[in-house]
Structure formats: C-alpha cells, structure tokens
C-alpha cells in the first residue's frame, strides 16, 4: 500500500493507452494476458469517463473485475504493477482482514478510510512539490537567522544609511542605531548565503526549536467497528493541549530538513488538500481486493466460518455505493473501481452470494504456470530472480552465471515440485533458487572476488535427491 508512486508519462494528456499499460506490465508478468488486458481497459476507463459530460459521466459505473487462478500465478503482481501506474488512490487489502459487524476485527468500511488517507498523502505530496521553491526560500532565511542572528530583513527593517530607524505608530520615537549596524550584517549575511548555498556550512552546528504536541497515553476499549475512535480521540486531546518546544542542538544539514518540512506544511492548504483527495477517491478511486475467495462460504454450517457470508453482506453495499463517514468528511463509492482476485480452489465463484456476482461482471480467468513461463520469469522480467540474486552476489564481489541448460533445470524441477505437492505456481522459485545457493549465501564473505557458474549438473548434484525424495521435498521445498 502504499504506495503513492508518480505515474509514467503516456500519451493523451499523460495517461496510458490500454496497450501501453499491457507494455509496462509484460516488464515484470508472464503471460496472464487476459488479466492484463482487463486492467488496462479498466484503467483506461478511469480517464475516459472524466471526458464526457457530467450528466452522463455520473450514470457510468465501473465495470468491476474479479481475477480467478491459482497462486503464484501474478494476480498480486498485477496489483501491485498496477499501483505503480494508476493515476489514483490504489490499496490492495485482503479479504481476510474483515469480519462481519459485531465480530472483533475491521469492518470493511475501513478500507475506504485507508483508501482516503493515501488519497491525502498522495495530494500532500504534489503541494509540497508545488510550494517545494517557497519552502526552501524560506527554510534558507530562517536558517541565516540561526546562523546570524538580528541579521534577518525584519529585524533591520526601518534602518536607514544613517542608521537612524524610522519613527512608526509600533516602535514609536526614532531610536538612533550605529551607522555600520545595517552594512555590516548585510554584507555577512549575504557572505553566509554563499557559503550556505556551496554546502560549507553543512556540518555547522545550530539550535532550533523544534514544536511538540504531548498527547496523552489513553487505551480505549471500543466495539467492532469504531476502530477508528481511539485514534480520533487522542487526535483531538493533542489538538486542545498546547504545542510545547525544545531545543534541540543540531546541524544545518539535519535543521534543514526539519524547517523544511515546517516550512511546506506551513504553505499547504489542508482544506484544499482534503477537498482534491475526495473528489479523486470519490471519482478515480481503485479498491484491489485480495484472497476474495476466503470470504465465499461454501456451505452453511456452524464453526470459524459463520461471518464469512456476513462479510460479504457488508461488502455488498461498498461495492453498489454507499457513502461512508471519514475522519475527513463522508466519502461516497459509487464510482470506486474494485478489482478482486482469489485462487478459488477450494471454493468457486459461484459460491459467492449472487448480489455480489452481480458487482463483478468482468471475470478473468488466469492459467497455471509451466516450465516455459518459468524459464522466462527467471530471465525476463526487469526484477527476475537471477538478476536479483547476481546482484546481491555482486555485493560481495562474486560474479554468478547462469548457464541456459542451469534455468531449464530448475524450471523443470520447479514445475515437477509442483505437480507432487502443492501448487503454489512462480513462488515454487523463490524456494528451489534459496536452497540452490545456499552454500554460495552463506560462504560468499570468506571467498575471494571469482565468477562462479551454474550449470544443470550443479543443480541436479544441489536439488535432484531431495526433490526425488517426495516427504523431504515438502518439508523444504
């Protein structure tokens, strides 16, 4: 979550067509094209509909999507590729973080209380790139303040040649001050900016005063559902107890970053900032919803799984549109995009009550991975794993190769572990290239700067008698 990343730049204004979205994510998934091509409609969707009238615009709900295969087999990957290119408010949450109301844990309102917070993050984020020149002008002033202090434009405000300040309603008669007063500290304060702005004076020491609000330790024992209340109240109580300051002894460099961050917050109008977040959560929000098949009862019995239906009901009216109260106002979901995902395998989506069947009209179907997708996800991919572990290797000056004949090994032996146990898809990877290089790990420091290959018999000699060996393999692998 969180992830409030800056969109790449596409055509049209600056958002991607649906083909240049299916490009970005072809960079770090493995066929599922399908999945991806849903995605990239939906998302594009987002932006046509801003385009038409706004009589009609308001008609147009989103077509929601639910993603069904076997794990490990992207759909997370897509979400969170997704959030990276998504011009909105995204969250990916799962479904299993919920309960059904009068049940201890969340209520599924607060996932579009979590999904407002990032859109105020988000929106932080581009006012303070916009004031972000303000803010360091203002930082570099109260910074020669500290460095040379009674140097600052106020405090010499009024002076004139003569030194003689002028006579004002606020400072009543002219005061006579030595001629040399105003000169002088112009001219250092203007020698310590030039210092300032070549980075000399960076590990020169200041004393700032820096702003505490003391909020007062309180535990509140609150029904399912209002969550929210303990964090409001102690929000409030600092809010009505005053701000305290300290002093804090610290260099420029760090003052610096402290005064910015004053500075910025200082310039950013909050009302405007909550105000641009709703209208984008309420307009362009995207909700993806993870493990949504944990949720679907699959019979009707007593035990764990009575508010697993419950839940559903309280997720319906998320889904159809409702309005739901915010630590920043009501939010309402009408035109909130759900994208959910499951593996369905011990569940199918027709179990899902049918109100809710009926909110997910676009359903995708994902395919399991063999060992030709496997080989291509260990090469491919801008974040493919032998390229993560050749650059952890590299860490410790060791050039690690992989031989062609070394990754069709392991992708068979990764497929073929799969089909013996469980098939938990891509993440079978993780398991096999940990056990593969485990000796290298952990001996890699003692080892001088060389370039080791991984070729088939290395990994056959590593892995073959314990993947032969079934109750070992699922235990370890």
């Known amino acids: ?24 994510l072809d960079k770090y998934i493995v066929g599922q094209e399908d999945a991806k091509r849903s995605v990239a409609v939906a998302l594009r969707n ?16 989103p077509k929601n999507i639910i993603m069904i295969g076997p794990t490990g087999v992207g759909k997370t990957e897509i979400a969170r590729r997704l959030a990276k290119l998504a011009q909105s408010p995204f969250l990916k949450i799962e479904a299993t973080k919920f309960t059904e109301v009068g049940y201890v844990g969340r209520d599924v309102e607060y996932m579009v209380r979590d999904l407002m917070e990032l859109a105020v993050s988000m929106v ?4 303070r790139e916009k004031v972000k020149l303000k803010a360091q002008d203002a930082v570099e002033e109260r910074l020669l303040d500290l460095l040379l202090p009674g140097s ?35 001219h250092t304060r203007e020698k310590l900016r030039g210092m300032l702005r070549a980075g000399r004076l960076e590990e020169r020491f200041v004393d700032l005063e820096v702003s505490q609000r003391s909020t007062p330790v309180v535990e509140i024992f609150s029904a399912a559902g209002l969550e929210e209340l303990d964090f409001n109240f102690k929000e409030m109580m600092s809010n009505l107890l005053p701000a305290r300051t300290k002093q804090r002894r610290v260099k420029v460099a760090e003052a610096r970053e402290i005064l910015y961050q004053e500075e910025s917050q200082r310039l950013i109008d909050m009302d405007r900032v909550v105000e641009e977040a709703r209208r984008k959560v309420e307009q362009n929000g995207i909700i993806f ?6 949720i679907a009862g699959r019979d009707h019995g007593r035990g764990p799984d009575v508010s697993r239906e419950g839940v559903q009901r309280d997720l319906l009216p998320i889904v159809e549109g409702t309005t739901v109260t915010t630590k920043y106002g009501m939010v309402r979901t009408d035109h909130v995009l759900f994208i959910a995902s499951g593996a369905f395998h011990m569940s199918k989506p027709s179990d899902l009550i049918p109100e809710m069947q009926g909110r997910f009209p676009i359903r995708v179907e994902l395919q399991s991975l063999g060992p030709k997708e496997f080989e291509r996800i260990l090469t491919e991919p801008e974040n493919a794993l032998i390229k993560q572990y050749r650059a952890l290797m590299a860490t410790e000056g060791i050039n690690l190769n992989f031989t062609p004949d070394a990754v069709q090994e392991i992708a068979a032996l990764a497929t073929k572990v799969n089909e013996r146990t469980e098939n938990i898809g891509a993440r079978r990877l993780h398991t096999i290239m940990e ?9 890699a420091p003692d080892l001088k700067e060389q370039a080791i290959t991984i070729n088939a018999a290395y990994v056959r000699e590593r892995l073959a008698n314990l993947i032969e060996d079934e109750d070992l393999s699922r235990y370890i692998l």
């Open 1 to 24: 979550m969180e992830w409030i990343l800056k969109p790449l730049p596409g055509a049209n204004g600056g958002q991607l067509t649906p083909r240049e979205i299916v490009a970005e």
């Open 46 to 61: 987002r932006w046509r509909r801003q385009q038409i009238p706004e009589a009609l615009r308001d008609e147009i709900a």
């Open 124 to 127: 932080k984020s581009e006012e």
């Open 152 to 186: 600052s434009p106020r405090s010499m405000e009024g002076v004139d040649e003569a030194g003689l300040l002028e006579e004002t309603p606020e400072r009543g008669p002219a005061i006579w001050a030595p001629p040399e007063a105003k000169p002088e500290k112009d």
């Open 289 to 294: 919803l993870d493990e949504i098949d944990k």
């Open 435 to 443: 056990k593969l290089l485990e000796d290298i790990s952990f001996t």
